[in-house]
Nanobody, 121 residues
């Protein structure tokens, strides 16, 4: 069983910062690509940032220069440091992972339960 557990959401004023964390628990696997998505009310879920097992990153244009994604492969964790937050960043943020079992097979699209980020103006 693979579980992704997020933490770190909350309420912050515009211009403030938050740090989201996600831990992948279970055994006999390692996370491959990990990332963060978000979904605002009435909008589709969108990719915020992703990071490969080798550390290559990609970001949505709207967060470039403000958000930083990082991971710790030894701990199976991924973090999202969010700075200069604005009300448009308000959404439920979801951790996402594709995994590799020790057998070598890949499995895709594991999701966390989501954590609310609210930015007040």
């Amino acid at each position: 069983q693979v579980q992704l557990v997020e933490s770190g959401g909350g309420l912050v004023q515009a211009g403030g910062s938050l740090r989201l964390s996600c831990a992948a628990s279970g055994s006999m696997f390692k996370p491959n690509t990990m990332g963060w998505y978000r979904q605002a009310p009435g909008k589709q879920r969108e990719l915020v940032a992703g990071i490969t097992i080798g550390g290559s990153t990609n970001y949505a244009d709207s967060v470039k220069g403000r958000f930083t994604i990082s991971r710790d492969n030894a701990k199976n964790t991924v973090n999202l440091q969010m700075n200069s937050l604005n009300p448009e960043d308000t959404a439920v943020y979801y951790c996402h992972a594709d995994i590799i079992w020790v057998s070598g097979s890949h499995e895709y699209d594991y999701w966390g339960q989501g954590t609310q980020v609210t930015v007040s103006s």
